[in-house]
């Protein structure tokens, strides 16, 4: 993939707001666990980079997945995993499917919105009952009159505590699992709605997870996003870009724990020289950073695919896959070689390798990645 002057710009944008307005705050925020998202996405808003790949009729900017992958591995420059994350909700997770299939109405009343940074967004799929197995989520939208009528349960939300709307998976009909689910957005000021649980995790201290509870949630039927019934088809489609952009944006962390622990090394010394004058740590850094390019390469090469409009599901998973294991494996290598101070909590490395441990497990574990290839593959006889 050969990144443009565009690209490029978009990027040098992003860097310096990263350098200004996020950096300077990330310990604060990881401390109070959880961070201004309305402030910080106003003003992303306004620099144009919440709606890089979004219509221009709804102030978004039109351009193709590249923009979006640029964008997050530059989100890798974020020193915490937390707020890329609630960025990523907000651009590729939460907004897609309503740009995608909502009406004009949906599309100027929530994601012009999301676009220019004026309201938070957040997906609400997984459930206390059902997280890889999507078809089994319990949630019911009942239509009365001309509304839904919403009662279950959604956990693990990223961004629910401060969004201003979910985009809701339900199920809305008793039909087959993956016909009768419908994608419907939902203000999370309606009543019956209680943000019932801010989770506590071991990272992504920075993002709020919240466990959300629907009793008799009223909703307008036009809040629909799409084709009701198609909201597993619509979401499975939009898994791609979610894990396209896990693994782009694993590249950029990954990139820096590596030139980090190479820079500490350099300046740490031990009987007698830099810790990086042992062979066996600068050989395994030399290593570390062969298996992130050959993820960039297997990321860049999906999204190529991607942009030729071909099916990427398995080169997604794959790259999704790749993302997790290396998350769990760079950060943990690195850790190493700092020693006692990689083992304090706002050591940089020491947080991703708390951070990046979500990416083997949210947005699909890697055991389902696992099989997803392994269907692909055709090698399961009556699975193909
Ligand atoms: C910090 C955080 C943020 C999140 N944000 C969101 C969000 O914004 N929106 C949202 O909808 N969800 C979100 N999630 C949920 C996330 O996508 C789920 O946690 C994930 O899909 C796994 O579901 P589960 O936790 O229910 O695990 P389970 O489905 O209970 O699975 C547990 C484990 O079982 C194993 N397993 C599962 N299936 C198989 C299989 N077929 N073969 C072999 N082993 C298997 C895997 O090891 C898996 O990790 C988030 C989760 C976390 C922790």
């Known amino acids: ?98 740009a995608r299939f909502g009406s004009d109405a949906l599309r100027r009343e929530f994601l012009a919105p999301a676009i220019a940074g004026e309201h938070v967004a957040c997906i609400g799929v997984s459930e206390p009952g059902a997280g890889s197995d999507v078809a089994a989520i319990r949630t019911t939208a009942r239509k009365d009159g001309g509304d839904y009528i919403i009662n279950g349960a959604k956990m693990w939300i990223t961004n629910s505590l401060q969004a201003d709307w979910m985009c809701l998976l339900a199920n809305t009909s008793d039909g087959p699992a993956h016909k009768n689910k419908t994608l419907i957005v939902v203000p999370m000021d309606t009543p019956g709605i209680t943000k019932a649980k801010k989770i506590r995790k071991i990272g992504m201290m920075s993002s709020d997870t919240g466990l959300i509870h629907f009793d008799d949630v009223r909703v307008p039927q036009h809040h629909r996003v799409g084709e009701e019934g198609m909201g597993f088809t619509y979401q499975m489609m939009q898994f791609q870009e979610e894990r396209l952009w896990a693994a782009a944006n694993a590249l950029g962390s990954l990139t820096n724990c590596i030139a980090q622990t190479a820079e500490y090394t350099r300046e740490r010394k031990a009987f007698g020289q830099s810790i990086l004058d042992n062979q066996v740590v600068h050989l395994r850094l030399a290593e570390l950073k062969t298996e992130v390019e050959a993820l960039r390469g297997l990321t860049h090469m999906a999204l190529e695919q991607y942009l030729a409009g071909k099916d990427v599901t398995e080169w997604a998973s794959m790259a999704k896959l790749k993302a997790g294991r290396l998350l769990r494996e760079v950060p943990d290598a690195c850790l190493q070689f700092w020693g006692g101070m990689g083992y304090t909590w706002d050591n940089p490395v020491s947080r991703l390798y708390r951070d990046g441990r979500l990416a083997s497990i949210g947005g699909g574990a890697d055991e389902v990645m696992l099989g997803i290839i392994a269907k692909h593959m055709h090698i399961l006889p009556g699975r193909s």
């Open 1 to 98: 993939m050969q990144f443009t002057h565009e690209h490029d710009e978009i990027r040098r944008t992003l860097k310096r707001f990263i350098d200004d307005e996020i950096n300077p705050q990330v310990e604060a925020w990881e401390a109070a666990e959880i961070f201004p998202a309305h402030e910080v996405f106003g003003k992303l808003g306004k620099l144009g980079l919440l709606g890089l790949t979004k219509p221009e009729a709804y102030g978004g900017s039109g351009l193709d997945y590249s923009y979006s992958v640029a964008m997050a591995e530059a989100l890798g420059d974020i020193r915490c995993g937390g707020v890329p994350m609630a960025i990523g909700v907000q651009t590729d997770m939460a907004t897609p499917a309503v």
